[in-house]
């Protein structure tokens, strides 16, 4: 009986080390002659299928991001009586006389104005037209 145990131990050991051998000739980094002339067969196992679908497909087009030419601005003072504000704008962004814009607060429109007036570089004064205005109120053209 242990004979038998020996043998097939002995067997599986030669089998298990001829397949070894065998796929390390597979993974070399050089390949053999047979697979240099050999032609490529598609593989269909689930390992392969599995790694294909986790590959994202490339992107055929560039993605083109294009910034909005809107003029942003803040109400730096509010006047109740006269009803006109003091709008501030970055250096440069300064709107047009007569150019109608749109106050927001937290992103609701609460009111209109046109500008009347210009000053300095980063200053306008406009009359509000409609809704309402209160200082820190974001001012833009759409």
């Not at 991001?65 to 709008?87: D, H, Q, S």
Request: charged content about 20%; some cysteine.
């Amino acid at each position: 009986m242990n004979y038998w145990f020996a043998t097939l131990l002995l067997a599986g050991l030669l089998v298990g080390g001829c397949a070894s051998k065998q796929s390390q000739a597979t993974f070399s980094s050089e390949p053999t002659e047979a697979a240099r002339t050999a032609t490529p067969v598609k593989s269909t196992s689930v390992a392969a299928t599995s790694a294909s679908a986790t590959k994202k497909p490339e992107a055929k087009s560039k993605l083109i991001v294009t910034p909005e030419n809107i003029t942003v601005g803040i109400v730096a003072t509010y006047n109740p009586a006269g009803r006109f504000v003091v709008l501030d704008f970055p250096v440069g962004k300064v709107p047009a006389l007569d150019q109608v814009l749109f106050v927001y607060r937290q992103g609701l429109k609460v009111g209109e104005v046109k500008v009347a007036d210009q000053k300095r570089d980063h200053l306008a004064i406009a009359d509000l037209i409609a809704g309402e205005a209160q200082k820190g109120d974001e001012v833009r053209d759409k």
